[in-house]
């Protein structure tokens, strides 16, 4: 769920900056995507299992 909001928010600051760039209806390229989720996929992953590694850790001691 949380992996198509990130996907999602991107689109849309992707599409904002080329609308104020003057190509409105430029398709949305899926490589800008890809590129950008692999960079910020693991700091993500991280700070989940980091927040989770957290819970389980205050609920056993």
């Known amino acids: ?3 198509f909001l990130i996907y999602f928010s991107i689109e ?6 080329r609308e104020s ?3 409105k209806h430029k398709v949305f ?3 800008e995507i890809d590129a950008i989720l692999h960079f ?3 700091f993500f992953f991280y700070f ?3 927040k989770r590694i957290l819970v389980y850790w ?3 001691y």
Do not use: A, R
Request: glycine share 4%; net charge positive; no cysteine.
């Open 1 to 3: 769920m949380s992996h």
């Open 21 to 23: 760039n003057g190509n």
């Open 48 to 50: 989940l299992f980091s």
């Open 12 to 17: 849309n600051f992707l599409q904002k900056k």
């Open 40 to 42: 910020v996929n693991p």
């Open 29 to 31: 390229e899926k490589s």
């Open 58 to 60: 205050k609920s056993y």
